[in-house]
């Protein structure tokens, strides 16, 4: 391999590593600024990708949603250049270090899907902080109408009692209902925002309250209780279903350990595993295989209620 070549791939690393870390930088100086109106009450969220039928429409969708409900105030652009990055340095790391395509290829891959998995990990841990809070936000709300506060008011008293994440939602749904939206508007808004059914079925409670009347403390308090049985009910499965979850994971883990294995420390059985027409038609049913019976599993484990 030339000398250059290698030197030009070391320098690419070298930039993306220290665009990633400037990256970082400004978004830490960025969040450390007290605006005198949150950034994520006015970042504007698409309602849905149904209009927009093409794969990166889909994509941009999803990645907006992802990176509001993460917390993070990230752009999409800033999120894929971030993400670009991490798969260029990898790559150009370990290219450097065996000097083949296949790995540089790997590498690649590897780092972009890393970065894009750590956003969608902070966006699924922020959003079960915010199912795990719901109920007790209801009982506050249910406890604020029974005073004699106005819906609008209990909403306002809920961003700023509540902890994150729901305070900056709630907050939204107070500022939106001060411009003039409509409460039924404000609560799909909402449901459209987090994607939970608990949220779901609140929305649509308030709105049919808003059109027929009714008992709105009751309704609220029992919603609470319902969702607390839902919880309830998802620990427990989850707690039985444990030992089968840990082997699924062990199972899933040890394709890719033997796979990194076989082509980083045994690179000639490795290459002549892939080489081979009749060894890439076995390694791709081993992937297809997996893929499948984890795909199925998931379905037995998962709870619709």
Same mark, same amino acid.
């Given at each position: 391999?030339?000398?250059?070549? /290698?030197?030009? %791939? $070391?320098? +690419?690393?070298? &930039?993306? !590593?220290?665009?990633?870390? =400037?990256?970082? @930088?400004?978004?830490? *100086?960025?969040?450390?600024?007290?605006?005198?109106?949150?950034?994520?009450?006015?970042?504007?969220?698409?309602?849905?990708?149904?209009?927009?039928?093409?794969?990166?429409?889909?994509?941009?969708?999803?990645?907006?949603? /992802?990176?509001? %409900? $993460?917390? +993070?105030?990230? &752009?999409? !652009?800033?999120?894929?250049? =971030?993400?670009? @990055?991490?798969?260029? *340095?990898?790559?150009?790391?370990?290219?450097?270090a065996f000097e083949?395509?296949?790995?540089?290829?790997?590498?690649?891959?590897?780092?972009?899907?890393?970065?894009?998995?750590?956003?969608?990990?902070?966006?699924?841990?922020?959003?079960?902080?915010?199912?795990?809070?719901?109920?007790? !936000?209801?009982?506050?709300?249910?406890?604020?109408?029974?005073?004699?506060?106005?819906?609008?008011?209990?909403?306002?008293?809920?961003?700023?009692?509540?902890?994150?994440?729901?305070?900056?939602?709630?907050?939204?749904?107070?500022?939106?209902?001060?411009?003039?939206?409509?409460?039924?508007?404000?609560?799909?808004?909402?449901?459209?925002?987090?994607?939970?059914?608990?949220?779901?079925?609140?929305?649509?409670?308030?709105?049919?309250?808003?059109?027929?009347?009714?008992n709105l403390v009751?309704?609220?308090?029992?919603?609470?209780?319902v969702i607390r049985?839902?919880?309830?009910?998802?620990?427990?499965?989850?707690?039985?279903?444990?030992?089968?979850?840990?082997?699924?994971?062990?199972?899933?883990?040890?394709?890719?350990?033997?796979?990194?294995?076989?082509?980083?420390?045994?690179?000639?059985?490795?290459?002549?595993?892939?080489?081979?027409?009749?060894?890439?038609?076995?390694?791709?049913?081993?992937?297809?295989?997996?893929?499948?019976?984890?795909?199925?599993?998931?379905?037995?484990?998962?709870?619709?209620?």
């Open positions: 391999m030339h000398n250059s070549l /290698t030197a030009l %791939l $070391s320098f +690419t690393a070298i &930039t993306a !590593a220290a665009g990633a870390v =400037l990256l970082g @930088l400004r978004e830490l *100086t960025v969040r450390g600024r007290a605006p005198a109106v949150e950034p994520s009450l006015l970042r504007h969220l698409p309602r849905s990708h149904a209009d927009s039928p093409s794969p990166i429409a889909r994509f941009d969708h999803w990645l907006q949603r /992802t990176l509001y %409900l $993460s917390g +993070t105030e990230m &752009t999409v !652009a800033t999120a894929t250049l =971030l993400m670009l @990055l991490a798969g260029t *340095t990898l790559a150009a790391g370990l290219f450097v083949d395509p296949l790995f540089t290829l790997l590498g690649g891959v590897l780092g972009t899907a890393g970065a894009l998995a750590g956003i969608a990990w902070s966006h699924r841990r922020r959003v079960q902080r915010a199912r795990a809070q719901f109920p007790a !936000a209801l009982d506050l709300l249910a406890r604020a109408v029974r005073a004699g506060e106005s819906f609008d008011q209990s909403i306002q008293l809920l961003g700023q009692s509540t902890a994150e994440p729901l305070a900056t939602e709630f907050r939204r749904c107070a500022r939106q209902m001060e411009l003039g939206l409509p409460v039924a508007a404000t609560m799909q808004a909402l449901n459209d925002r987090l994607r939970l059914v608990d949220v779901r079925i609140f929305s649509a409670t308030v709105a049919v309250h808003r059109e027929a009347g009714g009751e309704t609220l308090e029992r919603l609470a209780r049985d839902r919880s309830d009910y998802h620990r427990q499965l989850r707690s039985i279903t444990g030992a089968g979850r840990m082997s699924v994971m062990l199972i899933a883990a040890l394709g890719p350990i033997l796979f990194a294995y076989l082509f980083l420390f045994q690179p000639e059985y490795g290459r002549k595993l892939w080489e081979d027409p009749l060894g890439r038609t076995f390694l791709m049913f081993a992937v297809v295989s997996q893929a499948l019976g984890l795909l199925w599993v998931w379905q037995l484990l998962r709870a619709d209620y």
